[in-house]
T-cell receptor, first 113, second 119 residues
Framework: AQSVSQHNHHVILSEAASLELGCNYS??????LFWYVQYPGQHLQLLLK??????LVKGIKGFEAEFIKSKFSFNLRKPSVQWSDTAEYFC???????????FGKGNQVVVIP | DTGVSQDPRHKITKRGQNVTFRCDPI?????LYWYRQTLGQGPEFLTY????????KSRLLSDRFSAERPKGSFSTLEIQRTEQGDSAMYLC?????????????????FGDGTRLSIL
């Protein structure tokens, strides 16, 4: 079964600090990878996705993620966070034809002004 | 707003009662998914439809859970004889899929969810 691991469930940092959130998955075959973000009181929104090609993908709001196949990882990064980046971030993996997403537990990120 | 719509936003009910939630997907989307999210966890897949066909339901949590999408548009999720452990956020998502049995690159679009509280 697919499993997705996200560490450091709670992250607190100051504005302008750099952010990196780790995501590791267990499936060994071809995968599609996603990061979703949930701002307070809002629904899950797609931040970025990887299907194939360049392993460094860029998403909205200055976020990027790097797919490292040998490490089964898809880490999310932002060089300089803003207060508005306060949200919960979820990594998700799709590894079968049903497009059934397996989510990690999420990272609660709080950015202090 | 033409996103995924879920109704109601909140449902409070007594243990043992039946509840039904509705999801209206993005209009052109042919796939519809149901997930459940409990506190401190990511969404957990329950079932999905392609048009009106329910293609996967083995992850439904028990036989008290059922879902329908009779006309291939909106969907309902019903929980019979609710239990305390059913308290959670129930999320609906939709996507436009061009085939079956292939690894899709289409992202899922999520609704705001229905928060269920069992007294």
């Amino acid at each position: 079964a697919q499993s997705v691991s996200q560490h450091n469930h709670h992250v607190i940092l100051s504005e302008a600090a750099s952010l990196e959130l780790g995501c590791n998955y267990s499936y060994g075959g071809t995968v599609n990878l996603f990061w979703y973000v949930q701002y307070p009181g809002q629904h899950l929104q797609l931040l970025l996705k990887y299907f194939s090609g360049d392993p460094l993908v860029k998403g909205i709001k200055g976020f990027e993620a790097e797919f490292i196949k040998s490490k089964f990882s898809f880490n999310l990064r932002k060089p300089s966070v803003q207060w508005s980046d306060t949200a919960e971030y979820f990594c998700a993996v799709n590894a079968d034809g049903n497009n059934r997403l397996a989510f990690g537990k999420g990272n609660q990120v709080v950015v202090i002004p | 707003d033409t996103g995924v719509s879920q109704d109601p936003r909140h449902k409070i009910t007594k243990r043992g009662q039946n509840v039904t939630f509705r999801c209206d997907p993005i209009s052109e989307h042919n796939r519809l998914y149901w997930y459940r999210q409990t506190l401190g966890q990511g969404p957990e897949f329950l079932t999905y439809f392609q048009n009106e066909a329910q293609l996967e339901k083995s992850r439904l949590l028990s036989d008290r859970f059922s879902a329908e999408r009779p006309k291939g548009s909106f969907s309902t999720l019903e929980i019979q004889r609710t239990e305390q452990g059913d308290s959670a956020m129930y999320l609906c998502a939709s996507s436009l899929e061009l085939g079956t049995g292939i690894l899709s690159n289409q992202p899922q679009h999520f609704g705001d969810g229905t928060r269920l509280s069992i007294l």
